[in-house]
């Protein structure tokens, strides 16, 4: 079974702080993605990336960027974390759509930002 | 504008009765289509996908439905059950073009009452 990993289940954290969320995946998958999940606005894409060193923006972009050094690790950093922040983050990782894959997600990090 | 739709954010159900969740989308691109199942404090999990070139796919109790012309799509689960209470998201893709970016709606919350 693929498997997505995020570092942390819990984050508290201070406005202004420098925030890192960190997820693995270990089945080699090309396709990355960081959503954030809010009530009542579902699932918003933030970054996502379709390979190494590569990057492109979501919807959501602003206030976030991300970092892909390896295939299997992808990073999601708040520069300065503000509390419209909180949130719960979600990493998930690809083969390819279309071919029963659909995406493999992380348990998610809980955000709070205070 | 939103592309994928699910209209209802929650639905009750009595526990042995029909759940049937609606997704309607608008991008006729898309060809593919899934739904995923999130329970709190979880990463969403797939549950069951659809290709454009079908109108039906069953798996065990569920059974989604893609009406084309309708651009409309149904999850049925038959008979519900308390574990299936959950968040309900529709997700839609093109597969042509290359594109691996899933398209979420906003989810449609499940209960079902013992």
């Known amino acids: 079974d693929v498997k997505v990993t995020q570092s942390s289940r819990y984050l508290v954290k201070r406005t202004g702080e420098k925030v890192f969320l960190e997820c693995v995946q270990d089945m080699d998958h090309e396709n990355m993605f960081w959503y954030r999940q809010d009530p009542g606005l579902g699932l918003r894409l933030i970054y996502f990336s379709y390979d190494v060193k590569m990057k492109e923006k979501g919807d959501i972009p602003e206030g976030y960027s991300v970092s892909r050094e390896k295939k299997e690790r992808f990073s999601l950093i708040l520069e300065s974390a503000s509390t419209n922040q909180t949130s719960m983050y979600l990493c998930?990782?690809?083969?390819?759509?279309?071919?029963?894959?659909?995406?493999?997600f992380g348990s998610g990090t809980r955000l709070t930002v205070v | 504008d939103q592309q994928v739709k699910q209209n209802s954010p929650s639905l009750s159900v009595q526990e042995g009765r029909i759940s049937i969740l609606n997704c309607d989308y608008t991008n006729s691109m898309f060809d593919y289509f899934l739904w995923y199942k999130k329970y709190p404090a979880e990463g969403p999990t797939f549950l069951i996908s659809?290709?454009?070139?079908?109108d039906k796919n069953e798996d065990g109790r569920f059974t989604v439905f893609l009406n084309k012309s309708a651009k409309h799509l149904s999850l049925h689960i038959v008979p519900s059950q308390p574990g299936d209470s959950a968040v309900y998201f529709c997700?839609?893709?093109?597969?042509?073009?290359?594109?691996?970016?899933?398209?979420f709606g906003k989810g449609t919350k499940l209960t079902v009452n013992p």
């Open positions: 998930a990782s690809s083969f390819q759509v279309g071919t029963n894959y659909g995406y493999t």
């Open positions: 659809i290709s454009s070139i079908k």
């Open positions: 997700a839609a893709s093109s597969t042509q073009g290359g594109s691996e970016k899933l398209v």
